[in-house]
C-alpha cells in the first residue's frame, strides 16, 4: 500500500487516507517542537489557573475521533503530580451540549480542554458557548489542527483562552482522522504530564522509529486481510483501554460498517462483551508495558485463544530487542529501545497498526477509504446539529 503511486492509490479511494497514516511519524516531531516553542506560556496560562484558584476542572472534550484523545490520555496523567491542582475528566461535547448541568457548574471554575480537528463541529462551539454562559471563571485551551476553524478565530485575543495549533499537516483532508488524532494525544501529554523536555523528546524519537517500523512491516497486515472475518475486537487496559475506542472506529468509519467491531478492557471483555465472539471475528489486545497490568491483557489473550473460536487472537507489544515474548500465540512485535516509554506514548505506534489494518479492511469490503460513507449520510465535519438555547 505504501509502494504504491498517488495515481495507483487514487484508483481505489485511498491516496489521501494512506499519505496521512503515513506521514505522521514526522508529524509526532513537528509537535514535539511546536509544544516546546510554547512551553513558557503555555504553562504560564495553566499556573495563572492554579494561583488564582487553587483548585480548578478541567474537561477535555472533543466529538467522535476528537473525544477518543481524552479517553486515551486521562487515565495516564489522573495520579501525576503534575496534575495535582486539577480536577479532570474526560467529556465528549455530544454530552456537554445535551447535558450541561451535569458537567458546568457556575462557582467551580473550569478550564475545557477543546480537541478539533477542524473546530467546526457545532458541538465543539456550541459546548464552549454554555461554558461561558453557566461558568463564571471559564478558561479555554484550544488544540485544533485549523487556524481557519471557528474553535480557532474565536479563541483569538480572548484573555481567559489559549490556542494551540498542530502541524499543518495534521488537518486531514480524509475523512477519517488519523494524524489529526495522534499530535493532538501528544500535544495534550506533553503540556500536562510534567516530563522534561529531554524525555519528551526521546520518547517521541522511540515511537516515531516504531511507526516507521510499521509502515515497512505493512505486508504483517496483508496476511490479517487473507482470512475470512466480518467482526474484530480491539481490547487494551488503562490507556490503552481508551485507544480501542478509536482502533474500532476506524475500522467501522472506513468499512461503513459492512465489518461490526467492538472495544472494551482486558478484563472488562470478559464480562457479557465476550458473547460477541464467533467464527469469522479477529481479536487484537494492545499489550502493555507495565509488567503487572500486562499479566491481564496476556490471560485474556491466552483465554480467548483456547476457546478455539476466534480465527485470530494477536497480541499487539512493544519490547526491547531479545526480551522473551509472554505470549505463545500470534503477535506483532514492536521493536524498542531501553528508554521506559508508559503506554499512553505506545498508543501512537500502536494506533497507526490499527489504522492500517482499517484501510486495508475497507478496500478488502470494496470500500473507498477516503470516501467510505457510501450515501452521504455521514460526513466528515457532521451536519444537521440543531443547538437549542440553554437559558437556565
Known amino acids: 500500500m505504501f509502494k504504491k503511486t498517488n495515481q495507483e492509490l487514487a484508483a481505489i479511494g485511498a491516496n489521501i487516507t494512506v499519505r496521512e497514516i503515513e506521514q505522521q511519524p514526522e508529524l509526532w516531531l513537528e509537535t514535539l517542537a511546536i509544544v516546546k516553542e510554547h512551553e513558557t506560556t503555555i504553562q504560564a496560562f495553566l499556573q495563572g489557573i492554579k494561583e ?49 448541568y451535569e458537567f458546568l457548574e457556575a462557582d467551580i471554575p473550569t478550564l475545557l480542554v477543546s480537541f478539533a480537528r477542524s473546530g467546526n463541529s457545532p458541538e465543539s462551539l456550541a459546548a464552549v458557548n454554555l461554558g461561558k454562559e453557566i461558568v463564571k471563571d471559564f478558561y479555554q485551551l484550544n488544540i485544533t489542527c485549523a487556524a481557519e476553524g471557528q474553535l480557532a478565530k474565536q479563541s483569538k485575543g480572548l484573555e481567559n483562552a489559549y490556542l494551540l495549533l498542530m502541524p499543518e499537516r495534521s488537518n486531514d483532508a480524509g475523512f477519517a482522522m488519523t494524524g489529526s488524532f495522534s499530535c493532538m494525544l501528544l500535544a495534550t501529554l506533553q503540556i500536562f504530564d510534567g516530563l522534561s523536555y529531554e524525555t519528551h523528546q526521546a520518547i517521541i524519537k522511540e515511537i516515531s522509529k516504531m511507526g516507521q517500523q510499521m509502515i515497512v512491516d505493512e505486508a504483517e497486515i496483508d496476511k490479517i486481510m487473507a482470512l475470512d472475518f466480518e467482526r474484530i475486537i480491539y481490547l487494551g487496559s488503562g490507556s490503552l483501554a481508551g485507544l480501542t475506542r478509536e482502533a474500532q472506529l476506524k475500522v467501522l468509519e472506513l468499512t461503513a460498517g459492512q465489518i461490526t467491531t467492538l472495544f472494551d478492557s482486558s478484563m472488562g471483555f470478559r464480562h457479557g462483551p465476550k458473547s460477541f465472539t464467533q467464527d469469522q471475528t479477529l481479536v487484537f489486545t494492545f499489550v502493555s508495558n507495565d509488567v503487572y497490568t500486562q499479566k491481564y491483557d496476556v490471560d485474556i489473550l491466552e483465554e480467548v485463544k483456547a476457546d478455539g473460536i476466534a480465527p485470530l487472537v494477536m497480541g499487539i507489544f512493544a519490547l526491547e530487542e531479545g526480551a522473551a515474548l509472554p505470549f505463545d500465540g500470534d503477535h506483532y ?60
Open 52 to 100: 488564582k484558584h487553587g483548585q480548578a476542572k478541567v474537561i477535555f472534550t472533543g466529538a467522535g475521533t476528537s473525544a477518543y484523545v481524552g479517553n486515551t490520555a486521562l487515565p495516564y496523567l489522573l495520579p501525576l503530580p503534575s496534575m495535582k491542582a486539577f480536577t479532570v475528566m474526560s467529556v465528549a461535547t455530544t454530552d456537554i451540549v445535551s447535558n450541561p
Open 333 to 392: 512485535r514492536f521493536n524498542k529501545g531501553k528508554i521506559e516509554i508508559p503506554d499512553v506514548y505506545l498508543a501512537l505506534p500502536y494506533l497507526m497498526f490499527a489504522q492500517i489494518l482499517a484501510v486495508k479492511a475497507s478496500i478488502k469490503v470494496g470500500n473507498k477509504p477516503d470516501t467510505p460513507s457510501p450515501t452521504g449520510t455521514v460526513n466528515r465535519v457532521v451536519k444537521g446539529v440543531t443547538i437549542h438555547s440553554y437559558g437556565k
